[in-house]
T-cell receptor, first 115, second 115 residues
Framework: GNSVTQMEGPVTLSEEAFLTINCTYT??????LFWYVQYPGEGLQLLLK?????DKGSNKGFEATYRKETTSFHLEKGSVQVSDSAVYFC??????????????FGQGTILTVHP | EAGVAQSPRYKIIEKRQSVAFWCNPI?????LYWYQQILGQGPKLLIQ????????DSQLPKDRFSAERLKGVDSTLKIQPAKLEDSAVYLC?????????????FGQGTRLTVV
């Protein structure tokens, strides 16, 4: 079945450092890919998405490119802030089959940014 | 626009007791999801509804969990009887449809503790 694998955490960075959180997936067909973020005490919210190969999703300085050849969707940010401290989830949405529309999540990566 | 509403926010019960969670999706959203998020893990899909029909309940422990979506709007998730391993946050999400590029909006979740 479909699955999402994220890099092991937690990740601890200093403010203004470069961030990469790796995400790879296994899926049939051509799924859509998402990054969700969960700030402390809040619910999951969509950070960015990409719906086809080579698409780049971006929001709040974060970027991720849909790489079909490497089945990856790595999250990057050039300069992190303390306010970016949160848990980040990579997810995919089924393209077809009996579970069309099913949203499958990775295990999450905890990011802590220090001043 | 009102978000996804869930209640209660917190619940503590003893094992073998029963519990029910309620979800009110965003108005007009046809697709509704229930996820279980165990501490330190990513959300796991329990059941997906399209209007009032079940699309996917392959990971729902049907011997103890049940869910319904009344008239294709509100939904309830029930556990009877609860086990210690059911301690988790139960997330409800909704989206306009199952289409791959539509965003799923999440409620704040219900944190269940089984003692």
């Amino acid at each position: 079945g479909n699955s999402v694998t994220q890099m092991e955490g937690p990740v601890t960075l200093s403010e203004e450092a470069f961030l990469t959180i790796n995400c790879t997936y296994t899926a049939t067909g051509y799924p859509s890919l998402f990054w969700y973020v969960q700030y402390p005490g809040e619910g999951l919210q969509l950070l960015l998405k990409a719906t086809k190969a080579d698409d780049k999703g971006s929001n709040k300085g974060f970027e991720a490119t849909y790489r079909k050849e490497t089945t990856s969707f790595h999250l990057e940010k050039g300069s992190v802030q303390v306010s970016d401290s949160a848990v980040y989830f990579c997810a995919l949405r089924n393209a077809g089959g009996t579970s069309y529309g099913k949203l499958t999540f990775g295990q999450g990566t905890i990011l802590t940014v220090h001043p | 626009e009102a978000g996804v509403a869930q209640s209660p926010r917190y619940k503590i019960i003893e094992k073998r007791q029963s519990v029910a969670f309620w979800c009110n999706p965003i108005s007009g959203h046809a697709t509704l999801y229930w996820y279980q998020q165990i501490l330190g893990q990513g959300p796991k899909l329990l059941i997906q509804f399209q209007n009032n029909g079940v699309v996917d309940d392959s990971q729902l422990p049907k011997d103890r969990f049940s869910a319904e979506r009344l008239k294709g709007v509100d939904s309830t998730l029930k556990i009877q009887p609860a086990k210690l391993e059911d301690s988790a946050v139960y997330l409800c999400a909704s989206s306009l449809g199952q289409f791959m590029n539509t965003e799923a909006f999440f409620g704040q979740g219900t944190r269940l503790t089984v003692v």
